[in-house]
């Protein structure tokens, strides 16, 4: 079956396609027009609307990933704003250490929220995915995207850019959302 995946970030079209594990699904990219207003105020909202606006041009199973990096010390930001917490990848790291310098609490976890939309627009599926860790002081590595360089998952002594994909791919939030959504198209769908 195809999927439209309701993202205009190429980084999540390339993680999401390499964990999956089976043959019987396939992405595909949004048609033409797709520009959701991502207006909601949690990322589950905001994963709605992006599977929604793809479904709406479409009329066809529609998956949407809305993620982001919350900080516990910063009371949750930047959150469903990460992506726009700064004009471009580089400014948005630069921001959270400056905001973080001086403070002790590191603790920080990544969330994606997606939503899998029904070819009759139902919401057929909806799941969460986190992945711990905490803020170090300055950017390492070169894997991944948008805080990854900052980023050191709980467990581990290095930052999400310094690790191999595969092993990102092992423990993401996108990875254990995605699991989830592969298993309920397993079970429900196929
Ligand atoms: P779409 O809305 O088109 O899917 P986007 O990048 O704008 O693309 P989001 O609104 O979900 O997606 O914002 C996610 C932001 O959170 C992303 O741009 C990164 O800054 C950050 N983020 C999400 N997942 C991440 C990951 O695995 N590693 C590092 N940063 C991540």
């Not at 520009?35 to 905001?46: S, V």
């Not at 949750?76 to 630069?94: D, H, L, N, V």
């Amino acid at each position: 079956m195809k999927i439209i995946l309701s993202t205009s970030n190429p980084h999540k079209v390339k993680e999401i396609n390499e964990i999956m594990d089976t043959n019987d699904v396939e992405f595909i990219l949004p048609p033409d027009g797709f520009d959701p207003d991502e207006t909601g105020t949690t990322f589950a909202e905001n994963s709605l609307i992006k599977a929604k606006t793809a479904w709406e041009l479409s009329h066809d199973w529609s998956l949407a990933d809305d993620s982001g990096l919350c900080i516990d010390a910063l009371g949750g930001q930047p959150g469903i704003y990460s992506a726009r917490y700064a004009e471009t990848p580089q400014k948005r790291i630069e921001r959270v250490l400056k905001e973080l310098d001086g403070i002790k609490n590191r603790k920080a976890h990544f969330t994606c929220c997606m939503t899998l939309i029904a070819p009759d627009g139902s919401i057929a599926f909806a799941c969460e995915g986190i992945c711990k860790g905490s803020i170090i002081e300055e950017a390492k590595g070169t894997n991944g995207f948008g805080y990854d360089p900052i980023f050191m998952p709980e467990g581990y002594n290095k930052t999400i850019a310094e690790l191999p994909e595969d092993e990102k791919n092992r423990i993401s939030h996108r990875s254990k959302a995605l699991v989830k959504v592969i298993d309920y198209i397993k079970t429900q769908v196929l």
